[in-house]
């Protein structure tokens, strides 16, 4: 199935380094959703956008939703240890669509000490 | 508020069984959909339910079904298994269709 272009696929970072990760996507999309996913667990929800050009913020977190409805990003600030983890982006038309929720792969992202 | 509750956490098939997944939405919640999780693959959409009728198919084959019942609870079946259904198994719900997407811890099913 369809799956968003997510970049980087993985991220090496000092602890306090600020952090961006962007989806991109040859469909459009209504919403966009970011992701947490940390090991033997499922994803938890950080972030949901709704309107193109909405930015959103959740703490550290600050998520953008593409003007054409075709990309996003999510931007970390100050990261510390406990950001540590998988990031997926998710993309959903309305009316449901016949492929629900359109995950990217994920960023890695590794925090050294 | 409990999250999603999914049963068992873990599970251990021969090629041939089939199983037979749970879920139970977050109180409120009416629409539940399921996703596979593979390292290569990555997260696919299976199914989604809302209102007891299945909405949404994603491309897998018929021996993956599901079914949602009056409360929201949901439960999905593989049958015949493969070995390439080990994976981690995903329930979301959400309030209603096209709402935020609250996932489970998965359940993750190994076949021998």
């Known amino acids: 199935g369809q799956q968003l272009n997510q970049s980087p696929q993985s991220m090496f970072i000092q602890e306090g380094e600020d952090v961006s990760m962007n989806c991109t996507s040859s469909?459009?999309?209504?919403?966009w959703l970011w992701y947490k996913q940390d090991p033997g667990e499922g994803p938890v929800l950080l972030i949901a956008?709704?309107?193109?050009?909405e930015l959103t913020s959740n703490g550290r977190l600050t998520a953008q939703f593409g003007i054409t409805r075709k990309d996003s990003f999510l931007n970390i600030s100050a990261s510390i240890p406990s950001d540590v983890g998988i990031y997926f982006c998710?993309?959903?038309?309305?009316?449901?669509?016949?492929?629900?929720?359109?995950f990217g792969k994920g960023t890695h992202l590794i925090i050294q000490p | 508020k409990a999250g999603v509750t999914q049963t068992p956490r873990y599970l251990i098939k021969t090629r041939g069984q089939q199983v037979t997944l749970s879920c139970s939405p977050i109180?409120?919640?009416?629409?539940v959909s399921w996703y596979q999780q593979t390292p290569g693959q990555g997260l696919q959409f299976l199914f989604e339910y809302f209102s007891e009728t299945q909405r949404n198919k994603g491309n897998f084959p018929g021996r993956f079904s599901g079914r949602q019942f009056s409360n929201s609870r949901s439960e999905m079946n593989v049958s015949t298994l493969e070995l390439g259904d080990s994976a981690l198994y995903l329930c979301?719900?959400?309030?209603?269709?096209?709402?935020?997407?609250?996932f489970g811890q998965g359940t993750r099913l190994t076949v021998v």
């Open positions: 109180s409120g919640h009416r629409s």
């Open positions: 979301a719900s959400s309030r209603d269709r096209n709402t935020e997407a609250f």
């Open positions: 956008l709704y309107k193109a050009g």
């Open positions: 998710a993309g959903q038309k309305s009316g449901g669509g016949a492929d629900g929720l359109t």
């Open positions: 469909s459009i999309f209504n919403t």
